[in-house]
């Protein structure tokens, strides 16, 4: 089982920029996959980005550029740095693992981005 707490979520204007973490209960090294989606109210949840047990990472278009999904396997911790954010940016951004054919979620961090 993999507990998943994401922080590093708040208010910032347009322009500005936030990193989250998301700190894993087990060695991130032995989870398939990790990734970051995110949830805008009266939307569905939809793919952020993902970086894989191998460094690989992958991006919805709607960020490429300007978002960066990063581990750091010494610390369990895979993090989401956000620069040029916009107001539809505007979410609740959830940390998810793949681990034993098991899809693992965070609580969330709420992100607003004011124009």
């Known amino acids: 089982q993999v507990q998943l707490v994401e922080s590093g979520g708040g208010l910032v204007q347009a322009g500005g920029s936030l990193r989250l973490s998301c700190a894993a209960s087990?060695?991130?090294?032995?989870?398939?996959?990790m990734g970051w989606y995110r949830q805008a109210p009266g939307k569905q949840r939809e793919f952020v980005a993902r970086?894989?047990?191998?460094?690989?990472?992958n991006y919805a278009d709607s960020v490429k550029g300007r978002f960066t999904i990063s581990r750091d396997n010494a610390k369990d911790t895979v993090y989401l740095q956000m620069n040029s954010l916009r107001p539809e940016d505007t979410a609740v951004y959830f940390c998810?693992?793949?681990?034993?054919?098991?899809?693992?979620w965070g609580q969330g961090t709420q992100v607003t981005v004011s124009s």
């Open positions: 970086i894989s047990s191998g460094g690989s990472t």
């Open positions: 087990r060695s991130i090294v032995s989870i398939n996959a």
């Open positions: 998810n693992g793949f681990f034993r054919w098991t899809n693992y």
